[in-house]
């Protein structure tokens, strides 16, 4: 059974960073997509970033560029999401997800998705 197992949420302070885990069994994990979501309280989810397992191209939502960083571990079948210069509003459940079936890696249209993890940041 495909399964995907998120942690290293937290409370931080602003400024501050954590890392997020991901860890896919490996018939989800070979050449495909895994990307990152958020879902703040009230508002809708959104992709945060992704990256192609088979290539390690990556692809990140404006509001995160430069401060995310989206990577694998092909031994661990595990992707990683380092967030650093946190902000309030990155306060959220992160969500990982995987096996897109769309064209737009931070859509919505991936069939597997974990539990999630909070992840929040004080001013």
């Known amino acids: 059974q495909v399964q995907l197992v998120e942690s290293g949420g937290g409370s931080v302070q602003a400024g501050g960073s954590l890392r997020l885990s991901c860890a896919a069994s490996?018939?989800?994990?070979?050449?495909?997509?895994m990307a990152w979501f958020r879902q703040a309280p009230g508002k809708e989810r959104e992709g945060v970033a992704a990256?192609?397992?088979?290539?390690?191209?990556?692809l990140y939502a404006a509001s995160v560029k430069g401060r995310f960083t989206i990577s694998q571990d092909n031994a661990k079948a595990t992707v990683y999401l380092q967030m650093n210069s946190l902000k309030p509003e990155d306060t959220a459940m992160y969500y990982c997800?995987?096996?897109?079936?769309?064209?737009?890696?931070?859509?919505?249209?991936?069939?597997?998705w974990g539990q999630g993890t909070q992840v929040t940041v004080s001013s």
């Open positions: 997800a995987a096996d897109l079936f769309g064209t737009s890696w931070l859509s919505n249209h991936y069939n597997y």
């Open positions: 490996r018939y989800t994990y070979s050449s495909n997509f």
């Open positions: 990256i192609h397992t088979g290539t390690g191209n990556m």
